[in-house]
């Protein structure tokens, strides 16, 4: 039996304070991406935080992607192959 990628997600919420970290810190960044993103004109500074902005919820993103391969390697009942 294998566990879901959303299982996995809401049990790392709860149980791994890395992992909330990076998920809050990620969904920041993406607060910060939509309200620039909204503007039509942003100026040159605006520009390059949404590329910087971007970069660092990538990293974010394959950070908490490492976290749960990792659990899903160690996690108890998963099914061996």
């Known amino acids: 039996m294998s566990i879901s990628q959303d ?7 709860r149980e791994n304070e ?3 970290r990076l998920q809050e810190k ?3 960044f993406e607060e910060r ?3 620039l993103n909204a503007r039509h004109i942003l100026s040159d500074e605006e520009k390059v935080e ?3 902005l971007k ?3 990538l990293a974010l993103k ?3 992607a490492e976290i749960v391969r990792e659990f899903a ?3 108890p009942g998963r099914a061996s192959h």
């Open 50 to 52: 949404t590329i910087t």
């Open 26 to 28: 990620h969904r920041s």
């Open 73 to 75: 390697r160690n996690a």
């Open 62 to 64: 394959d950070r908490m």
């Open 7 to 13: 299982t996995l997600t809401e049990r790392l919420v």
């Open 55 to 57: 970069k660092h919820k």
């Open 33 to 35: 991406l939509e309200r």
């Open 18 to 20: 890395e992992y909330r």
